[in-house]
């Protein structure tokens, strides 16, 4: 297994920028990509973006050329940079680790406020 601990997320104002890291641990070598997903209140979590081990990317359109993915081989970590902030932005991100196999990994959460 791995274990992530998420931690950056706050309270911003709309237009702000935050960002966020999941430190990754344990069975690393396993892992074939990493992502970050968000559940806003009352709804599903959805995919934000990820990165292959490789480190191709992939965004939601929603957040396209605002947030970027990032991802320090060196310390296990892997980062969201949210630029440009909006109200709808706000949600509890979750970062995940996909061990192939449909085995995947997921940190306790970290909350993003976004005031307008």
């Known amino acids: 297994q791995v274990q992530l601990v998420e931690s950056g997320g706050g309270l911003v104002q709309a237009g702000g920028s935050l960002r966020l890291s999941c430190a990754a641990s344990?069975?690393?070598?396993?892992?074939?990509?990493m992502g970050w997903y968000r559940q806003p209140p009352g709804k599903q979590r959805d995919l934000v973006a990820d990165?292959?081990?490789?480190?191709?990317?992939n965004y939601a359109d929603s957040v396209k050329g605002r947030f970027t993915i990032s991802r320090d081989n060196a310390k296990n970590t892997v980062y969201l940079q949210m630029n440009s902030l909006k109200p709808e932005d706000t949600a509890v991100y979750y970062c995940?680790?996909?061990?192939?196999?449909?085995?995947?990994?997921w940190g306790q959460g970290t909350q993003v406020t976004v005031s307008s």
């Open positions: 990165i292959t081990s490789g480190g191709r990317t």
């Open positions: 995940n680790a996909d061990r192939g196999f449909s085995s995947f990994d």
């Open positions: 344990g069975s690393i070598f396993s892992i074939k990509a």
